[in-house]
């Protein structure tokens, strides 16, 4: 079986991989480990010492290394590859594919077919809307305001496009729309309760990173 290993940004990451993406992979004869970033408490850092544990990853053997982080929490100060550059490009999954291409380049070569870059828009809790219908399932109308939800799916073409902005990112939306949300178990259960076709289905970029994952 091949070994795939997802570097998540937190728990909140690596609840969804061991939950909802592992069976999944396991399906397709993949291994599927995630760990979190290292000398972290739960959040990005900068480029430069993500990539030593991504070549310390590669460098364990017959592997694929990936990454799950959010788009919304990195700086500028963080120097990833072509990070400035980026800002330049409005559409935003050519953006994202200038990144990864970049991410990809500043690797050794003899190291770059086994890594497969990947920064999630805007951030996990995007993913959540691509049903939001869930949340009428599984919490009270005392603890959802489902109007807000329903206002954060109308402003955007996709759930990966929903705002990432301070106070309109998804994480944000959620809080404000469901009493006392818990970004790591209520994100895992959400997303089980959706189902990996679902989000598939719905998010793009998301989507071209599970197929990627797959025929690597």
């Known amino acids: 079986m091949k070994r795939l290993i997802i570097i998540c940004e937190g728990p909140t990451e690596q609840a969804f991989c061991n939950d909802l993406l592992r069976d999944y992979f396991q399906s397709k004869d993949i291994i599927l480990e995630a760990p979190t970033i290292k000398h972290s408490n739960g959040g990005i850092v900068a480029w430069d010492t993500l990539r030593k544990q991504i070549v310390r990853h590669l460098n364990e053997g017959n592997c694929i290394v990936s990454l799950f982080v959010d788009y919304y929490r990195i700086r500028d100060s963080y120097n990833f590859p072509g990070w400035m550059d980026s800002k330049t490009i409005k559409n935003?999954?050519?953006?994202?594919?200038?990144?990864?291409?970049?991410?990809?380049?500043?690797?050794?070569?003899?190291?770059?077919?086994?890594?497969?870059?990947y920064i999630q828009l805007h951030e996990f809790e995007g993913l959540l809307f691509s049903d939001i219908s869930v949340?009428?399932?599984n919490f009270t109308k005392n603890e959802l305001n489902f109007s807000l939800l329903e206002s954060a799916v109308n402003s955007a073409d996709t759930p990966e496009e929903i705002n990432n902005g301070p106070a309109t990112a998804p994480s944000e939306r959620l809080k404000k729309a469901v009493c006392g949300y818990d970004k790591v178990t209520d994100g895992a259960f959400l997303a089980l309760e959706i189902g990996l076709e679902t989000i598939r289905e719905k998010c793009i970029l998301f989507n071209e990173w599970i197929e990627r994952l797959e025929t690597c």
């Open 135 to 137: 949340f009428q399932n």
């Open 92 to 117: 935003i999954y050519e953006r994202m594919h200038y990144l990864f291409e970049r991410m990809s380049l500043n690797m050794d070569e003899k190291l770059r077919s086994r890594f497969v870059p």
